[in-house]
């Protein structure tokens, strides 16, 4: 069983559209989780990381923990084409550990 | 200065030659990291350097050989490589090797071994 499981995708959406995207570890040490989105033949960028179970929001993103069920969120309202890219959920305990990556295509 | 500066951006190489990446911080963190991504998964960790010593080596070929010189460097030397090697090379930093360890990326490097 890998450490992060993400559905690859691709998932396509219409401009304005709320993104919903997912994973799932079974790693009971992760203790920080991260999301990272990497545009085509660039390194990833991070766009959210939250400490332990709870919510965060920065702007359009929201990203959402649930230790109990060991389930990493990020939202995002109001999609644009510019947020087409690869999403790459992470979690830390004494390394990062990424999942697959969902690629996600907002469409015009 | 928020960046991880890499170079080269793309390097082609024959199985016999011996060349070097390197990497650049100037944000003082003291975690440097090599990760190797293939096309279309996850950067998968090879080294990381923690106040310049190598704190974790994920079992790496020997052929992939690391160095730190200093805090704000890192190399990755490469020799008698194979096709399969061919990938993204990333290095990342980050101001601890523990606790809320945000990675920054570089724009990585891109290998090709003929």
């Known amino acids: 069983q890998k450490e992060v499981e993400q559905d690859p995708g691709p998932l396509s959406v219409p401009e304005g559209a709320i993104v919903s995207l997912n994973c799932t570890y079974s790693n009971s040490a992760f203790q920080y989780f991260m999301w990272y989105r990497q545009y085509s033949r660039k390194g990833p960028e991070l766009l959210m990381y939250t400490y332990s179970s709870g919510n965060k929001e920065d702007g359009r993103f929201t990203a959402q923990v649930d230790k109990s069920s060991k389930y990493i969120s990020l939202f995002i309202r109001d999609s644009q084409p510019s947020d087409s890219a690869t999403y790459l959920c992470?979690?830390?305990?004494?390394?990062?550990?990424f999942g697959a990556g969902t690629i996600l295509r907002v469409k015009s | 200065d928020t960046e991880v500066t890499q170079t080269p951006k793309h390097l082609v190489m024959g199985m016999t030659n011996k060349k070097s990446l390197k990497c650049e911080q100037h944000m003082g963190h003291r975690a440097m990291y090599w990760y190797k991504q293939k096309a279309k998964k996850p950067p998968e960790l090879m080294f990381v350097y923690s106040y310049e010593k190598l704190s974790i080596n994920e079992s790496v070929p020997s052929r992939f050989s690391p160095e730190c010189p200093n805090s704000s460097l890192l190399n990755l030397h490469l020799h008698a490589l194979q096709p399969e090697d061919s990938a993204l090379y990333l290095c990342?930093?980050?101001?601890?090797?523990?606790?809320?360890?945000?990675?920054?990326f570089g724009a990585g490097s891109r290998l090709t071994v003929l």
């Open positions: 990342a930093s980050s101001q601890a090797s523990s606790g809320a360890n945000v990675l920054t």
């Open positions: 992470a979690g830390y305990g004494n390394k990062l550990v």
